[in-house]
Protein backbone atom coordinates (compact mmCIF):
# COMPACT_ATOMS: atom_id res chain seq x y z
CA UNK A 1 0.00 0.00 0.00
CA UNK A 2 0.92 3.31 -0.23
CA UNK A 3 2.82 5.46 2.37
CA UNK A 4 2.59 8.56 3.71
CA UNK A 5 5.12 9.86 6.52
CA UNK A 6 4.75 12.64 8.90
CA UNK A 7 7.02 14.38 11.33
CA UNK A 8 8.00 14.81 13.68
CA UNK A 9 5.92 12.06 15.51
CA UNK A 10 6.18 13.46 18.86
CA UNK A 11 6.69 17.18 20.41
CA UNK A 12 6.62 18.89 23.49
CA UNK A 13 6.67 22.92 23.57
CA UNK A 14 5.97 25.58 25.88
CA UNK A 15 2.36 27.74 25.82
CA UNK A 16 3.51 30.36 23.40
CA UNK A 17 5.27 28.80 20.93
CA UNK A 18 4.17 27.51 17.39
CA UNK A 19 4.73 23.91 16.02
CA UNK A 20 5.02 22.73 12.52
CA UNK A 21 3.89 19.56 11.67
CA UNK A 22 5.21 17.78 8.00
CA UNK A 23 2.86 15.30 5.85
CA UNK A 24 4.45 13.53 3.08
CA UNK A 25 2.99 11.13 0.85
CA UNK A 26 6.02 8.83 -0.28
CA UNK A 27 5.18 7.16 -3.38
CA UNK A 28 2.46 9.14 -4.91
CA UNK A 29 1.26 12.59 -5.68
CA UNK A 30 -1.65 13.97 -3.70
CA UNK A 31 -3.15 17.05 -4.95
CA UNK A 32 -5.34 16.59 -1.92
CA UNK A 33 -4.21 16.61 1.64
CA UNK A 34 -6.62 16.14 4.73
CA UNK A 35 -5.45 16.81 8.47
CA UNK A 36 -7.13 15.38 11.81
CA UNK A 37 -7.27 15.79 15.16
CA UNK A 38 -8.12 12.97 17.44
CA UNK A 39 -8.82 13.21 21.12
CA UNK A 40 -8.20 9.86 23.40
CA UNK A 41 -10.62 7.36 22.74
CA UNK A 42 -12.43 9.19 20.40
CA UNK A 43 -12.72 9.28 16.44
CA UNK A 44 -11.12 11.68 13.78
CA UNK A 45 -12.63 14.88 13.68
CA UNK A 46 -11.77 16.60 10.07
CA UNK A 47 -10.22 19.57 10.45
CA UNK A 48 -9.24 20.66 7.03
CA UNK A 49 -8.43 20.06 3.73
CA UNK A 50 -5.51 20.72 2.18
CA UNK A 51 -5.06 21.38 -1.98
CA UNK A 52 -1.99 21.37 -3.87
CA UNK A 53 -1.14 25.57 -4.54
CA UNK A 54 -4.50 26.88 -3.36
CA UNK A 55 -5.68 27.68 0.04
CA UNK A 56 -7.27 24.74 2.89
CA UNK A 57 -10.60 24.61 3.21
CA UNK A 58 -11.30 24.77 7.10
CA UNK A 59 -14.16 22.63 8.83
CA UNK A 60 -16.51 24.66 11.07
CA UNK A 61 -15.23 25.89 14.35
CA UNK A 62 -11.41 25.52 13.21
CA UNK A 63 -9.45 28.59 14.05
CA UNK A 64 -7.51 29.21 10.65
CA UNK A 65 -5.38 31.66 11.82
CA UNK A 66 -4.38 29.07 14.35
CA UNK A 67 -3.91 25.91 11.99
CA UNK A 68 -2.22 27.36 8.88
CA UNK A 69 -1.91 25.07 6.46
CA UNK A 70 0.08 24.88 3.40
CA UNK A 71 0.26 22.67 0.44
CA UNK A 72 3.35 23.23 -1.78
CA UNK A 73 4.21 20.60 -3.37
CA UNK A 74 2.42 17.07 -4.65
CA UNK A 75 3.91 15.48 -2.00
CA UNK A 76 3.89 17.37 1.22
CA UNK A 77 1.45 19.02 3.35
CA UNK A 78 2.56 21.13 6.36
CA UNK A 79 0.15 22.05 9.97
CA UNK A 80 1.82 24.53 11.80
CA UNK A 81 -0.11 25.38 15.05
CA UNK A 82 0.73 28.47 15.97
CA UNK A 83 1.02 30.52 19.67
CA UNK A 84 -0.14 26.72 20.96
CA UNK A 85 -2.02 26.36 23.96
CA UNK A 86 -2.08 23.42 26.57
CA UNK A 87 -5.82 22.56 24.73
CA UNK A 88 -4.30 22.37 21.57
CA UNK A 89 -2.46 19.14 22.94
CA UNK A 90 -3.78 16.41 21.17
CA UNK A 91 -2.67 13.42 18.53
CA UNK A 92 -2.94 15.06 14.87
CA UNK A 93 -2.90 12.91 11.57
CA UNK A 94 -2.92 13.43 7.87
CA UNK A 95 -4.06 11.52 5.01
CA UNK A 96 -2.67 11.80 1.37
CA UNK A 97 -5.60 11.06 -1.52
CA UNK A 98 -4.49 8.57 -4.29
CA UNK A 99 -5.95 9.85 -7.00
CA UNK A 100 -5.34 6.62 -8.88
CA UNK A 101 -7.06 4.38 -6.30
CA UNK A 102 -9.59 7.11 -4.85
CA UNK A 103 -7.89 6.08 -1.45
CA UNK A 104 -6.64 7.90 1.83
CA UNK A 105 -4.24 6.81 2.86
CA UNK A 106 -3.01 8.20 6.61
CA UNK A 107 0.36 9.32 8.31
CA UNK A 108 1.55 7.90 11.83
CA UNK A 109 0.63 10.45 13.12
CA UNK A 110 1.96 13.52 15.66
CA UNK A 111 1.64 13.21 19.20
CA UNK A 112 1.59 17.40 20.33
CA UNK A 113 1.76 18.09 24.23
CA UNK A 114 2.04 21.76 24.99
CA UNK A 115 3.18 22.62 28.68
CA UNK B 1 -26.41 15.57 7.45
CA UNK B 2 -23.92 12.42 7.31
CA UNK B 3 -24.43 10.11 10.12
CA UNK B 4 -22.09 7.28 10.91
CA UNK B 5 -22.61 5.17 13.56
CA UNK B 6 -20.73 1.94 14.26
CA UNK B 7 -21.66 -1.10 16.70
CA UNK B 8 -20.47 -2.53 19.20
CA UNK B 9 -18.79 0.02 20.83
CA UNK B 10 -16.46 -2.32 22.30
CA UNK B 11 -16.03 -6.23 21.66
CA UNK B 12 -14.48 -9.23 23.29
CA UNK B 13 -13.64 -12.37 21.55
CA UNK B 14 -11.94 -15.40 21.76
CA UNK B 15 -9.55 -16.48 19.53
CA UNK B 16 -11.50 -18.49 16.57
CA UNK B 17 -14.71 -16.84 17.81
CA UNK B 18 -15.78 -15.19 14.69
CA UNK B 19 -17.71 -12.30 14.50
CA UNK B 20 -19.62 -9.36 12.67
CA UNK B 21 -18.89 -5.62 13.38
CA UNK B 22 -21.61 -2.80 12.23
CA UNK B 23 -21.67 0.32 10.27
CA UNK B 24 -25.01 2.44 9.74
CA UNK B 25 -24.70 5.18 7.83
CA UNK B 26 -26.59 8.42 6.47
CA UNK B 27 -25.70 9.98 3.39
CA UNK B 28 -27.09 12.26 0.93
CA UNK B 29 -24.77 10.29 -2.00
CA UNK B 30 -22.49 7.66 -1.35
CA UNK B 31 -19.42 8.04 -3.11
CA UNK B 32 -17.31 5.11 -0.83
CA UNK B 33 -17.70 3.35 2.23
CA UNK B 34 -14.01 2.60 4.02
CA UNK B 35 -12.81 0.43 6.46
CA UNK B 36 -9.76 1.34 8.37
CA UNK B 37 -7.67 -0.36 11.27
CA UNK B 38 -6.17 1.27 14.36
CA UNK B 39 -3.64 0.39 16.56
CA UNK B 40 -3.04 2.83 19.62
CA UNK B 41 -1.22 5.45 19.71
CA UNK B 42 -0.56 4.99 15.69
CA UNK B 43 -2.91 6.14 12.24
CA UNK B 44 -5.37 4.41 10.17
CA UNK B 45 -4.45 1.32 8.24
CA UNK B 46 -6.39 1.29 5.10
CA UNK B 47 -8.70 -2.16 4.78
CA UNK B 48 -11.48 -1.67 2.26
CA UNK B 49 -12.91 0.45 -0.19
CA UNK B 50 -16.72 0.13 -1.35
CA UNK B 51 -18.55 1.63 -3.41
CA UNK B 52 -21.80 -0.13 -4.22
CA UNK B 53 -24.41 -2.14 -2.28
CA UNK B 54 -23.92 -6.16 -2.56
CA UNK B 55 -20.18 -5.42 -3.01
CA UNK B 56 -17.77 -7.43 -1.28
CA UNK B 57 -14.02 -7.55 -0.55
CA UNK B 58 -12.12 -9.71 1.32
CA UNK B 59 -8.30 -9.77 3.20
CA UNK B 60 -7.24 -12.56 5.08
CA UNK B 61 -9.77 -12.89 7.62
CA UNK B 62 -11.69 -10.24 7.14
CA UNK B 63 -14.88 -9.66 5.09
CA UNK B 64 -16.50 -6.40 4.22
CA UNK B 65 -20.33 -6.53 2.67
CA UNK B 66 -22.00 -3.06 2.24
CA UNK B 67 -25.81 -2.27 1.56
CA UNK B 68 -27.68 0.31 0.91
CA UNK B 69 -27.95 1.36 4.53
CA UNK B 70 -25.14 -0.27 6.74
CA UNK B 71 -21.84 -2.31 6.13
CA UNK B 72 -20.59 -5.45 8.07
CA UNK B 73 -16.94 -6.28 8.61
CA UNK B 74 -16.91 -9.99 9.68
CA UNK B 75 -14.01 -11.25 11.67
CA UNK B 76 -13.78 -15.37 10.90
CA UNK B 77 -11.96 -17.16 13.41
CA UNK B 78 -9.49 -13.98 14.79
CA UNK B 79 -6.19 -14.00 16.26
CA UNK B 80 -5.02 -11.78 19.31
CA UNK B 81 -3.05 -10.00 16.57
CA UNK B 82 -6.65 -8.40 14.82
CA UNK B 83 -7.04 -6.94 18.24
CA UNK B 84 -7.40 -2.94 17.26
CA UNK B 85 -9.86 -0.31 16.97
CA UNK B 86 -12.04 -0.93 13.36
CA UNK B 87 -12.97 2.62 11.98
CA UNK B 88 -15.83 2.49 9.10
CA UNK B 89 -15.34 6.33 7.46
CA UNK B 90 -18.60 7.36 4.29
CA UNK B 91 -17.66 9.86 1.98
CA UNK B 92 -20.34 11.86 0.82
CA UNK B 93 -20.41 12.63 -3.13
CA UNK B 94 -21.90 16.50 -2.53
CA UNK B 95 -18.79 17.21 0.00
CA UNK B 96 -15.62 16.62 -1.92
CA UNK B 97 -13.44 13.54 -0.84
CA UNK B 98 -13.26 14.30 3.00
CA UNK B 99 -14.12 10.98 4.88
CA UNK B 100 -16.85 11.29 7.44
CA UNK B 101 -15.56 8.65 10.73
CA UNK B 102 -17.80 6.82 13.10
CA UNK B 103 -16.49 6.55 16.43
CA UNK B 104 -15.22 2.76 15.78
CA UNK B 105 -15.44 -0.49 17.43
CA UNK B 106 -12.68 -1.56 20.13
CA UNK B 107 -11.68 -5.21 19.49
CA UNK B 108 -10.03 -7.59 22.13
CA UNK B 109 -9.11 -10.58 20.75
CA UNK B 110 -7.85 -13.40 23.68
CA UNK B 111 -6.06 -16.47 23.50
Known amino acids: GAVVSQHPSRVICKSGTSVKIECRSL??????MFWYRQFPKKSLMLMAT?????????EQGVEKDKFLINHASLTLSTLTVTSAHPEDSSFYIC???????????FGPGTRLTVL | EDQVTQSPEALRLQEGESSSLNCSYTVSGLRGLFWYRQDPGKGPEFLFT???AGEEKEKERLKATLTKKESFLHITAPKPEDSATYLC????????????FGKGTSLLVTP
Open chain 1, 95 to 105: SARDFGTDTQY
Open chain 1, 50 to 58: SNEGSKATY
Open chain 2, 50 to 52: LYS
Open chain 2, 89 to 100: AVQDSNSGYALN
Open chain 1, 27 to 32: DFQATT
